[in-house]
């Protein structure tokens, strides 16, 4: 093989870390193989193992600013194989494109960190301020002993970052049309309203919960929550699932099961809504009602990072690489960006398209790999560089 054809360094590595089956929540090794690289260059190396999950926290520096690339090398499952076109864990490019799993979301941003990081401090020895990496293998899972486990342990050690990068493929059409500069919250609610079961036959000795709840659910519906914000569109509530009865048709159920969710605005200059506004106006609404119900409460914090240093610096480093104007965006469903929020104050995601991740014959097309890896390092030199 010429050297013209020799992969690059970051689709070399890219290629080394898919051919290991890192399915959630297992890191098979990716974590070691990106050490391997960053040691030598004077990263100081902590193992977060939290239950069953492998993390990886690594700094070069004390001092600020401290710019964190954070990640997950785990992936969700392939499908059925034979739907595959070539092997998932056998990375494979053809007719320009990279397919493997994990391809978009997100080690090829994971090979792009470590190469942009290399290529930066090779080029600037003494830069200022200080690099990291936050590396799990817990987000495609539950999520609860990966990223937010190890903020937890940060946060009580007082160590704080001022700017995070989340690899997540966020563009949508062209590779850098878009960055996620936050996230809506995400609020669920199982409201189980309670009734009295009986024969259908005799309206007045039973009390039917799904009658009781209807007018509830009615001014749910009609509610405006907010009127959304200049990042954020309004709070949106919707019922997901909704179970009762016993299966017969001559029997009036003694409860019903409610499940919904609000995907909503995050609070910015007091436009938007919050965990406790809303919980607190739903059980008025069911209050006013006087229904007799339980009601059980899960929540996915929102961020959100307005335009500054972090914003612009990307924005910049995306039009240099690619020639594209990044939109701003809050759209999609979560990340570790949620939890990373809680230690800093600028947090974006930026990465390739999302067009085929968690599906099948998942790809990136090889051309967009080294714009990628100059991102990164070009964002590494406005903010450690320019505003160092």
Known sequence: MSTATLPSKTLSLAMDLLRRQSNTPDDAGCQEQMIARLAPLGFKIEHMRFGQVDNLYARRGTTGPLLVFAGHTDVVPTGPLDKWHTPPFEPTIKDGMLYARGAADMKTSLAAFITSIEEFIAENPDHAGSIGLLITSDEEGVAVDGTVKVVQALKARGELFDYCIVGEPTSNKVVGDMIKNGRRGSLSGKLTVKGVQGHIAYPHLVKNPIHLVAPAIKDMVETVWDEGNEYFPPTSWQISNMNGGTGATNVVPGEVEILFNFRYCALVNNA??????????????????????????????????????????????????????????????????????????????????????????????????????????????KLLISHG
């Open 272 to 381: 938007g809504s919050t965990e406790a506004g809303l919980t607190e106006r739903v059980h008025a609404i069911l209050d006013r009602h006087k229904l007799d119900y339980d009601l059980e409460w899960e929540h996915s914090p929102s961020y959100i990072t307005p335009r500054g240093n972090l914003v612009d610096a990307i924005s910049s480093a995306i039009g240099q690489a690619y020639g594209v104007s990044p939109e701003l965006s809050t759209t999609g469903g979560t990340s570790d960006g949620r939890f990373i929020a809680d230690i800093c104050p600028q947090v974006i995601e930026f990465g390739p398209l999302n067009a085929t991740i968690h599906k099948l014959n998942e790809c990136v097309a090889v051309a967009d790999i080294e714009p990628l890896k100059e991102t990164y390092k070009l964002t590494l030199e």
